[in-house]
């Protein structure tokens, strides 16, 4: 029962752009930390894409801060990041809640008020639930196809299909 209370998600939607400012308010969020790699974007694309622009001054126009944290390197982080000026960590070993406090300080923000947006229940909703934080997932946008990821996808499923017949 522990074990799927950290990793069932707080919610789940269709894609990053559903996480609207109306949504965001309504909920009493005035900040998000996102992951990025097939949260944002894929893996591959090393930029924001206007469509993530988008999204990310629609949240800034409404107050609404944002940090991100990623499992991935130095390099792909703070290149995602350029523009943006964000607060960004990387290596952060997520299901570790370190960088997410170090995020929330950065923010002004504390667990109450901070959403976290990700696409894996194994690092990120298991992350924001160490956290004490409500977990937003989304699908994967491109997921890699080794043995690691498939095997956690598959460990996801259940809980997936759980929390989608609960809020269902």
């Not at 991100?68 to 952060?92: G, Q």
């Amino acid at each position: 029962m522990l074990f799927e209370k950290t990793l069932m998600p707080d919610f789940f939607f269709g894609a990053f752009g559903e996480v609207t400012v109306e949504f965001l308010i309504s909920n009493g969020f005035s900040a998000v930390i996102s992951d990025i790699d097939n949260t944002l974007v894929p893996y591959e694309i090393h930029s924001p894409t206007e469509e993530v622009k988008k999204w990310l001054s629609s949240l800034e126009a409404a107050g609404i801060s944002v940090a991100f944290v990623s499992n991935n390197h130095e390099d792909r982080v703070t290149e995602f990041n350029r523009d943006l000026s964000c607060p960004a960590y990387w290596d952060v070993k997520k299901p570790s809640a370190k960088y997410l406090h170090i995020a929330m300080k950065a923010l002004g923000s504390d667990p109450e008020n901070t959403l976290f947006l990700g696409d894996q229940l194994l690092t990120d909703a298991w992350a924001a639930h160490n956290a004490g934080l409500k977990a937003a997932i989304v699908p994967p946008i491109r997921d890699k196809k080794n043995l690691f990821f498939k095997t956690k996808r598959l460990i996801e499923k259940p809980y997936i299909k759980k929390f989608l017949k609960l809020k269902g």
